[in-house]
């Protein structure tokens, strides 16, 4: 994918125009405003250090060659937790390079199988680093080209294999949901917000002994459909394009 070239005065004009009509859909809403996950994929290493030279964060990767060379050597950084929280991960992430992600973002969006959560575990243990903060993904519209969590059938299934890897892994904080929403008119995306929005909260309905709030987030809507995740409950946004065009 060709990099766009980054106008940083647009894309600051664009992100206050967004933030302000997410904050007013919110609140029409009554739900809670979503943190912008700003989306790097469209854009170089030198366009990305501007955009964290100016304070924008957190930035989502979807590549891990592209999160290491982004990132640089947090070790050499004041505080590498610090740096490494204004990054999310939100690709697939494969098991093999588990290894070299690790300890360089905050969250990662794209949990997609109980394998994936025991090399997380298990990486994280041998590299000394802390287990990453992780949200599952749910296939909420039954395309066979999505992985994660099936909830197009039961919500109560896919509900009660969430809680079996919470408690399988207690030290992996598994703290919300995320999904990404088939090819559609924008309007038939916000049941399917609806659905994850229901998904969480029976899960969290289902928590034992752990804080509801630990399990909150909502990582859904893109450029296409934000406005429908937002009035859905969305607490996490994805935007990439539409902040630099």
């Known amino acids: 994918m060709a990099a766009i070239e980054l106008d940083i005065d647009r894309f600051l004009n664009n992100r206050a125009r967004l933030l302000a009509e997410i904050t007013e859909l919110a609140a029409a809403a009554q739900r809670p405003t979503p943190e912008v996950v700003v989306v790097t994929k469209y854009v170089d290493a030198a366009a990305t250090a501007t955009l964290l030279e100016r304070g924008i964060a957190p930035l989502g990767e979807n590549r891990v060659a592209d999160l290491t060379t982004k990132t640089g050597d947090l070790t050499t950084m004041p505080s590498a937790a610090t740096a490494a929280a204004r990054w999310h991960f939100i690709g697939h992430l494969q098991r093999n390079k588990v290894g070299r992600a690790l300890g360089r973002f905050g969250l990662l969006h794209s949990l997609d199988n ?26 909420v519209s039954g395309e066979a080209s999505k992985g994660g969590v099936s909830a197009s059938d039961s919500l109560q299934k896919a509900a009660d294999e969430v809680l079996s890897w919470i408690e399988s892994f207690p030290t992996l904080e598994i703290a919300g949901l995320m999904t990404m929403a088939p090819q559609l008119p924008s309007a038939a995306c916000r049941p399917l917000f609806g ?39 969305a607490t996490l946004l994805r935007l990439g394009r539409i902040l630099y065009q």
Do not use: H, W
């Open 114 to 139: 109980r394998r994936l959560a025991a090399t997380i575990v298990a990486e994280g243990a041998k590299l000394n680093v802390p287990p990453c903060r992780c949200l599952v993904q749910v296939n």
């Open 195 to 233: 659905r994850l929005r229901e998904l969480r909260d029976l899960i969290q309905a289902g928590l034992s002994g752990r804080p509801k709030d630990r399990f909150r987030e909502l990582s859904m809507g893109m450029s296409n459909d934000y406005r429908e995740a937002v009035q859905e409950g």
